[in-house]
C-alpha cells in the first residue's frame, strides 16, 4: 500500500496522523509546494500582530513528518493526475523560478491518494494589484514579506471586511500602524455574523482606532511600482503604502481539472469523503462536503472542518468504513476583548426560519438562535460564549428544542438542560460520551 | 481510560464539586486564602441542574474523539497516548476558543486575561481528584466506565 496525500496542511497533516492510527507501516508520500508546511495557518495573523511567540505557531513537531515514517516532498507542486495509472505528477522545481511544466516533471505512484490542496486567496481585479506592497494573507511567506516591510510603512489599507481582512487589520493596528478597512457590503464580517452582532464588533474595533469605511471599494492600488494608495469608488483618495487583499479564497481545485475527478466550486465527495473516484479522496478546502445546517454540498473553508475531514478521508483510506457527519460553518472571533462565536446559518435568508435574540447592553451580550420547524439552524453568542458548543451538538444532532426554547439563551443554559433531550432522541447523540452521562438518569 | 462519572441520582446539585475544584487549582489550593486570589481561581466542573431537584455534576468528558483537539488550531489540546486523557499545554495555546466552540459539554472555561482555557485535567497531584473527594454523597466516581457500571448494580 502506498498513501500519497497533496497538501501538508490541516487537512493533509490529520490525514496523515489518522491512517498512522491503523497502519502502521506503509509508505506515506506527502507533496507540498510550502517548504515548511508544518505552521497553523490560522495563526500567521497572530504572529503578525506580535502577540504570539514564532515557536507557537509550529503546531506540530520538526520530527513530525520522521515520527509518522512519512517522506515529504516539500518545495514540490503537484500539477497533475492520471487516475488510470494512478499517477501524480509532480514538478520538482516548484519555488525555484521555474514554472512548473510537462517537461520538468516525475510521476509518484500511489494506492490511496488523498487531495488536500486547500484555497487560496482571491485577488481583487483592479489595476495596480501587481504593485509592490500589495499582499493577501494566507500564507507564512505572505506575513514574513509583510513584516520585513513593515519599517517603511505608516498607513495600511485593508480591502475586504472578512475574517481574513480585520485580522490583519488588528494585527497592524497592534503593530502601530494607522490602519483603515474598506468593506464593499453594509457590514464587516457579512458571511460570518449578522448585522447586530456585526455593529457590536465594528463599535469595538473603531475604539480601538481602526477606520472602517462600509460600502466603499478600491477601484485602483495608485504608485509606481510600490504602492502609494488607493483610489476608491466614491471618488476619494486613500494614501497607504500597503494594501492588504482580504476578499476570501478560492478552492485549490485545479490539479483535478481534466482528470476526471469531479469538481463543482470544489471537489465533490461521498460521505465517506471520496471523490466520484475509487482510491482517491478529498479534504479541507478544496472539497465540497455536506452542509447539516444547509442541507446540501458546500464548503466550509475552516480549520475544524479540515482536521476532521482530513481525518475521516484517512481512517478511510486505511481501509475503515467511517462516515463523515457533515460540515458546519463557525467561526471564534475576538478582537480587543470582545469575543464572539457563530454557528451555522447566521442570516437567514428565508421567511421559514424564526430567530430568538437576546440583547443585554449593560454587558455587552448579543445572542441569537436560528430556528427552522423547532430545529436550531445557526446560533451566534457575543461576549458570552462559554455554552455555544452544547448548542452545536444540538444542532449536528437535529433536535427538536420546542420545549427548552425559553431558556435557550439564558446564561444557566448548559449541558445539564440538554439532558433530558439526549434521553429522548433516537438517531442522535451517538457518541459514547454522551451516553455516558445519561446513564443514571 | 480512568475518567469522573456522575450518578445522576445520588447529584444534589450542590455545587462542593465546584469549590474543591477551585481550590486544588488555586494558587493556596485552600480555602480561606484562595477566596481573596486575584484572578479567582476557576473552577472546571460544575454542579448543572437537568430539571428541578435533578442535577449533575459535569466537566470534560475525555472524549475519545475529542472535538476540542480536533478543532484546536495551535496543538494545544491534545490525547495523551498514555493514558488516553485530553489534555491541554498552556505554553502553546493561544486563546482563540475554537476548543470553546466545539466542545458539546460546555467543559472549557476562559482565563480572559490570561488568553488561555482551562478545563479539567483530573487533579495531576492527587490520587483522588478533589471533586470526587469533595461530593457530600459520594455521586462522583473515579475508574474506568466497567467499574463505575459495576458500582451501579
Ligand atoms: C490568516 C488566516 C486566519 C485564519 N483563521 C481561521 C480561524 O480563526 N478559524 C478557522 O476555522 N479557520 C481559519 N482560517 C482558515 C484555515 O486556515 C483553513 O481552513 C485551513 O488551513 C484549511 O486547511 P487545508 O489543509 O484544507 O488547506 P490549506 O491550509 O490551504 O493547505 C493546503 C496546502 O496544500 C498546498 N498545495 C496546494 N496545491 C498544491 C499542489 N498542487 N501541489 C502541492 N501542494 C499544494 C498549499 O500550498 C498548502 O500548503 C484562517 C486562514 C488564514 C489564512
Ligand atoms: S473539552 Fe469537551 S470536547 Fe474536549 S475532551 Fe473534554 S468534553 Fe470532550
Ligand atoms: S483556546 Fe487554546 S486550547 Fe483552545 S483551541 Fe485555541 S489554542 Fe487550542
Same mark, same amino acid.
Given at each position: 500500500m502506498q498513501y500519497v496525500i497533496i497538501g501538508s496542511s490541516a487537512a493533509g497533516i490529520s490525514a496523515v496522523e489518522a491512517i498512522r492510527t491503523k497502519d502502521k507501516d506503509s509508505k506515506i508520500i506527502v507533496i507540498s509546494d510550502e517548504k515548511n508546511p508544518l505552521y497553523s495557518r490560522c495563526l500567521i495573523s497572530y504572529l503578525l500582530a506580535g502577540t504570539i511567540d514564532e515557536k507557537k505557531i509550529w503546531y506540530r513537531k520538526d520530527s513530525f513528518f520522521k515520527n509518522n515514517k512519512v517522506e515529504p516532498l516539500l518545495g514540490?507542486?503537484? *500539477?497533475? *493526475?492520471?487516475i488510470k495509472k494512478k499517477e501524480v505528477a509532480v514538478s520538482n522545481f516548484a519555488g525555484e523560478g521555474l514554472k512548473p511544466s510537462p517537461a520538468n516533471k516525475e510521476n509518484v505512484k500511489f494506492d490511496r491518494l488523498l487531495i488536500a490542496t486547500g484555497a487560496s486567496p482571491k485577488l481583487e481585479n483592479i489595476p495596480g494589484v501587481d504593485k509592490k506592497g500589495v499582499f493577501p494573507l494566507r500564507t507564512i511567506e505572505h506575513m514574513t514579506e509583510i513584516q520585513a516591510m513593515l519599517d517603511k510603512v505608516k498607513s495600511v489599507a485593508v480591502l475586504g471586511g472578512g475574517l481574513i481582512g480585520l485580522r490583519a487589520a488588528y494585527a497592524l493596528k497592534n503593530r502601530g500602524k494607522d490602519v483603515s478597512v474598506f468593506v464593499k457590503s453594509g457590514s464587516i464580517l457579512s458571511q460570518i455574523v449578522d448585522k447586530d452582532a456585526a455593529i457590536l464588533m465594528q463599535k469595538r474595533i473603531e475604539e480601538k482606532g481602526i477606520k472602517i469605511f462600509t460600502g466603499v471599494a478600491a477601484k485602483e492600488i495608485t504608485g509606481d511600482k510600490s504602492v502609494k494608495g488607493v483610489a476608491l469608488d466614491n471618488g476619494s483618495k486613500h494614501a497607504c503604502e500597503l494594501v492588504i487583499i482580504g476578499k476570501g479564497v478560492s478552492p485549490n481545485i485545479e490539479i483535478a481539472r481534466d482528470s476526471g475527478i469531479k469538481t463543482n466550486r470544489g471537489i465533490l465527495t461521498s460521505d465517506f469523503l471520496k471523490t466520484n473516484i475509487e482510491d482517491i479522496f478529498s479534504a479541507g478546502d478544496v472539497a465540497e462536503t455536506n452542509d447539516i445546517a444547509l442541507g446540501e454540498s458546500s464548503i466550509n473553508a475552516i480549520w475544524p472542518a479540515a482536521c476532521e475531514q482530513g481525518r475521516i478521508a484517512g481512517l478511510n483510506m486505511a481501509g475503515e468504513k467511517e462516515t463523515y457527519e457533515g460540515s458546519l460553518a463557525m467561526n471564534s472571533i475576538e478582537f480587543f476583548g470582545l469575543p464572539v462565536i457563530s454557528v451555522g446559518i447566521t442570516r437567514p435568508k428565508s421567511a421559514v426560519y424564526e430567530e430568538i435574540v437576546k440583547k443585554d447592553a449593560a454587558r455587552n451580550i448579543y445572542k441569537k438562535v436560528v430556528l427552522k420547524d423547532g430545529i436550531i439552524a445557526g446560533a451566534i453568542f457575543v461576549n458570552s460564549i462559554e455554552n455555544i458548543g452544547v448548542i452545536g451538538a444540538l444542532i449536528k444532532n437535529k433536535v427538536d428544542i420546542t420545549g427548552v426554547k425559553d431558556i435557550i439563551l439564558e446564561d444557566y443554559f448548559d449541558y445539564g438542560k440538554i439532558i433530558p433531550l439526549i434521553k429522548k432522541s433516537k438517531k442522535g447523540f451517538r457518541e459514547q460520551e454522551f451516553k455516558e452521562t445519561i446513564l443514571t438518569l | 481510560m480512568k475518567k469522573i462519572y456522575c450518578n445522576i441520582k445520588k447529584c444534589l446539585g450542590c455545587g462542593s464539586c465546584e469549590i474543591a475544584c477551585a481550590v486544588e487549582h488555586s494558587k493556596a489550593k485552600e480555602l480561606n486564602s484562595t477566596i481573596s486570589e486575584n484572578p479567582l481561581p476557576i473552577k472546571r466542573r460544575r454542579a448543572e441542574f437537568v430539571e428541578e431537584n435533578v442535577a449533575i455534576s459535569t466537566?470534560?468528558?475525555?472524549?475519545?474523539?475529542?472535538a476540542c483537539v480536533t478543532a484546536c488550531m495551535s496543538g494545544a489540546m491534545y490525547k495523551e497516548a498514555k493514558t488516553g486523557l485530553t489534555q491541554h499545554d498552556r505554553d502553546k495555546c493561544?486563546?482563540?476558543w475554537m476548543c470553546i466552540m466545539t466542545c458539546p459539554f460546555g467543559a472549557i472555561t476562559r482565563e480572559k486575561q490570561e488568553k488561555q482555557v482551562v478545563k479539567c485535567d483530573l487533579c495531576p497531584d492527587r490520587d483522588k481528584p478533589a471533586c470526587v473527594e469533595a461530593c457530600p454523597t459520594k455521586a462522583l466516581y473515579l475508574g474506568t466506565l466497567k467499574e463505575f457500571k459495576e458500582i451501579l448494580k
Open positions: 514540490v507542486k503537484a *500539477i497533475g *493526475i492520471d | 466537566g470534560c468528558q475525555h472524549c475519545d474523539n475529542a493561544v486563546g482563540c
